[in-house]
């Protein structure tokens, strides 16, 4: 009597899979079944809604109604509005000097938590905290330090540019966006180079060491050049998410003082309530590139690396 040999446990049923004659297994068709709901809620909740935004990006609509095509004057018109400009400017030049903040504090911070310190493990549970905490959250915090604590501070100790509210200052605004968007960020930079730090064996450090290399030598000449590629990646990653700077905007500034702190996001919500739907509908499709483009270029970085 011929009995079944037993199958392992976590192992594809034999009929989930038949071999094909190029050798690759085709997947049964009941699997199919399994992602078919979740396929059609991804179309019906963003596919399908993008292919609207995009065909009404090209009318005059105004959210509801009748509308009529137009062609390319929404897009033409972007090009030509100070307000549209503004916006992006700001954005793109916010994005880049927090990418930059973000990842100098983030590094030198994953230098020291890897380091031979004690209570380590506790400090770096600590500096993780920001990342969990919702970002409006942290806004209205800080807006209540930068409009009363800050400028009581300013008066006690006698300094003149803290004296008053930093958030009502259009050339200084700006700043405190950055200071509370970079308390947030670094975290999750930090966590992806302390990964990146741990990864190098430690027999380079001590060869390092054996020659005679200073910490500061081993710092520029072993730890840079091998997380080099999580540098790349943490800035590609950062400088994407920071372009879609929105919820910690409104609970600071809400994009004032006037406009001076108003994001592309902002710029592209307000439109919608305020009678601009297809002309901030196309905003949002040459926004959806950049960020499309973006995309791209972090999996192409992020491919085949481990850590992600």
Same mark, same amino acid.
Not at 21 to 46: D, K, M
Not at 48 to 59: D, H, K, R, Y
Not at 142 to 159: D, T
């Given at each position: 009597m011929v009995?079944?040999?037993?199958?392992r446990p976590g192992r594809l049923d034999v009929e989930a899979t038949t071999p094909t004659?190029?050798?690759?297994?085709?997947?049964?068709?009941?699997?199919?079944? @399994?992602? !078919?709901? $979740?396929?059609? &809620?991804?179309?019906?909740?963003?596919t399908?809604?993008?292919?609207?935004?995009?065909?009404?990006?090209?009318?005059d609509s105004v959210g509801f109604g009748e509308f009529q095509f137009t062609g390319l004057t929404n897009y033409l018109a972007l090009f030509s509005d100070p307000a549209i400009r503004s916006?992006?400017?700001?954005?793109?030049? @916010?994005? !880049?000097? $927090?990418?930059? &903040?973000?990842?100098l504090v983030a590094f030198l911070l994953a230098v020291g938590l890897t380091a031979k310190i004690r209570a380590k493990v506790a400090l770096r549970a600590v500096f993780v905290l920001p990342m969990v905490i919702s970002g409006i959250v942290i806004a209205y915090v800080?807006?209540?330090?930068?409009?009363?604590?800050?400028?009581?501070?300013?008066?006690?100790?006698?300094?003149?540019a803290l004296e008053q509210s930093l958030l009502a200052n259009p050339d200084l605004a700006w700043v405190t966006i950055v200071i509370v968007t970079a308390w947030q960020a670094i975290p999750s930079a930090l966590l992806i180079y302390i990964a990146g730090i741990l990864s190098i064996p430690g027999e380079v450090y001590e060869a390092a060491s054996m020659d005679g290399a200073s910490s500061g030598r081993r710092l520029v000449s072993i730890t840079l050049p091998l997380v080099a590629g999580y540098v790349v990646i943490n800035l590609v990653i950062g400088?994407?998410?920071?372009?879609?700077?929105?919820?910690?905007?409104?609970?600071?500034?809400?994009?004032?003082?006037?406009?001076a702190t108003r994001s592309v996001a902002m710029t592209i919500f307000s439109g919608f309530t305020g009678g601009d739907y297809a002309y901030q509908m196309a905003n949002a499709t040459i926004f959806f590139l950049i960020a499309v483009v973006l995309a791209v270029i972090q999996l192409r970085l992020t491919r085949g690396r481990n850590a992600f």
């Open positions: 009995t079944a040999a037993p199958t004659h190029a050798g690759r297994p085709r997947v049964n068709r009941t699997f199919y079944l @399994f992602l !078919l709901p $979740t396929l059609i &809620l991804f179309t019906l909740s963003i399908l809604p993008a292919i609207m935004g995009i065909t009404l990006s090209f009318t916006s992006y400017l700001f954005t793109i030049g @916010f994005a !880049l000097v $927090t990418v930059l &903040l973000v990842n800080f807006n209540f330090l930068f409009s009363n604590s800050v400028p009581q501070l300013g008066q006690a100790v006698g300094i003149t400088f994407k998410n920071f372009l879609n700077a929105y919820d910690i905007i409104v609970g600071l500034t809400n994009g004032g003082p006037g406009t």
